[in-house]
């Protein structure tokens, strides 16, 4: 009962490498993870009986490695699937719902969810049919097959070039990809990038084009509209507008850290990987091992030896910070000119035009209570960053308004079923 005991959120690289590097100090580690499978967003697994043909040969290397090191702690980590993680109170009682609910405290939180996609609104991105390219990636790795049907993806980021080779790999490219920015503008700043990723970037542009899939530079997507069954997305470049018809439209703006379980508590929390700063696979595995080693040296009292994984993740950011420039354009002209009704929270369904009538600098008081902005089962995590562009950019990056626990909607019946608390997670139900 008064054995140490780490709960890790995520059973992505981060989750995974910081639970093998606090069991193998000799803790014992439980691991929570949402989805059936472990993966995250770069390992998704696929369903079960379905062959999965879309890894390159260095993710599957990185993933077997990482499922091996947690294999070799044995029962000192215990991974349940499907069980999610809906926050920490102040005292350290952490709430998991899902397969098993229950109420545990841990001695100390390793939260690992992961980054969030960042979508920019634009007339008909709610539409049916009009989802993330992160969201088509996940389908056909858990189908080990792309989706039928025209598809485009469009928005901005390395991310567009790798589904794209990837729904190329799943049976089915894509009709165009629509790229903001002008990554080949850049060829002399891209020789700076580490050889992984110009590896890793020639492999996707070869794919596409083998496969001859389209990729636009420079264009934006100005609305997406539903005719007879099809979707028509209308774009625009400095040569002009054109329109697609498709069938499915993944759209894609970049990543960011996406950690909104930030309570103060009692016992030590370590934030891992995409969810602490988006810096890509490789950060995530020297993060999550560098979460876990500084944990292990403040639960034992020893000293952490983690600086080859800290220049590891320098390393990263400067890569990451490179890609930013390669990929960045100013989109801020199109935000500002948004037709009133365009929808910017999707939780509530609040418009541009909501937005607008709360006047020029509403407080964020008055965004939550009056605009609603904020306040529905997503807590601001998508709609903030575009409601402080659209009010306040001075304030970009600062959340509207404290985080309410639990982190998501969950059922009474769960919060009654989790019942008392646990003091030792793996054996509490
Ligand atoms: C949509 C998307 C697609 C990407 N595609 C690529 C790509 O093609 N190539 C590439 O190099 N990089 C890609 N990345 C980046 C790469 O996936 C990450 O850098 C890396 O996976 C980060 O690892 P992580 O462990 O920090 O997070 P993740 O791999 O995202 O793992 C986080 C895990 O936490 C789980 N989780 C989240 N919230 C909870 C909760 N409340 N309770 C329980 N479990 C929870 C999630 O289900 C997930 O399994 C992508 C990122 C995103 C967001």
Not at 16 to 40: C, K, T
Request: with cysteine; proline share 6%.
């Amino acid at each position: 009962m008064n054995e140490p005991v780490v709960l890790v959120v995520g059973a992505g690289l981060a989750g995974f490498s910081a639970a093998a590097e606090i069991a193998g100090a000799g803790l014992r580690v439980l691991v929570v993870e949402q989805a059936a499978a472990p993966g995250g967003a770069i390992h998704r697994q696929p369903l079960p009986g379905i062959a999965y043909p879309v890894a390159s040969a260095v993710h599957r290397r990185r993933w077997t490695q990482v499922t091996a090191s947690v294999r070799a702690q044995g029962d000192r980590i215990e991974i349940r699937y499907g069980c999610r993680f809906a926050g920490l109170d102040h005292e350290g009682t952490a709430l998991l719902t899902g397969a098993r609910n229950a109420l545990v405290r841990p001695r100390a939180l390793v939260i690992a969810t992961g980054a969030a996609e960042r979508v920019r609104p634009r007339p008909g991105w709610t539409l049916p049919n009009v989802m993330t390219a992160g969201a088509l990636q996940i389908r056909t790795k858990t189908l080990g097959k792309a989706p039928d049907g025209r598809i485009l993806l469009g928005g901005s980021g390395p991310l567009l070039l790798a589904a794209g080779a990837e729904l190329v790999k799943g049976g089915n490219p894509p009709v165009a990809i629509i790229e903001a920015g002008r990554p080949f503008r850049h060829v002399i700043g891209s020789l700076g990038l580490p050889l992984p990723y110009l590896r890793e970037a020639a492999g996707y542009m070869a794919t596409l084009l083998r496969a001859r899939v389209p990729v636009l530079t420079g264009t934006e997507i100005v609305r997406i509209e539903k005719r007879s069954g099809a979707l028509t997305l209308h774009v625009e470049s400095s040569s002009g507008g054109r329109t697609f018809d498709g069938d499915l439209i993944g759209l894609h703006d970049g990543i960011r850290a996406s950690d909104h379980y930030a309570a103060a508590s009692s016992i030590p929390v370590m934030r891992a990987g995409d969810c602490r700063e988006a810096l890509g696979a490789r950060a995530a595995l020297a993060d999550g091992r560098a979460a876990g080693a500084a944990l292990v040296a403040e639960l034992t009292g020893t000293v952490p030896a983690s600086a080859k994984d800290s220049s590891r993740i320098e390393r990263e950011r400067r890569a990451q910070r490179r890609l930013a420039r390669i990929f960045g354009h100013d989109g801020s002209a199109r935000l500002a000119a948004l037709p009133a009704d365009t929808v910017i929270c999707r939780c509530e369904n609040r418009t541009v035009g909501d937005l607008r009538a709360l006047g020029p600098v509403p407080t964020d008081r008055d965004l939550r209570l009056h605009g609603r902005f904020a306040m529905g089962a997503c807590q601001g995590r998508f709609c903030t960053e575009w409601v402080r562009a659209l009010t306040d950019p001075s304030h970009a990056g600062s959340p509207l308004g404290a985080v309410r626990l639990p982190a998501h909607p969950i059922a009474i019946a769960d919060l009654l079923d989790a019942g008392g608390i646990a003091d030792n997670p793996s054996t509490g139900e």
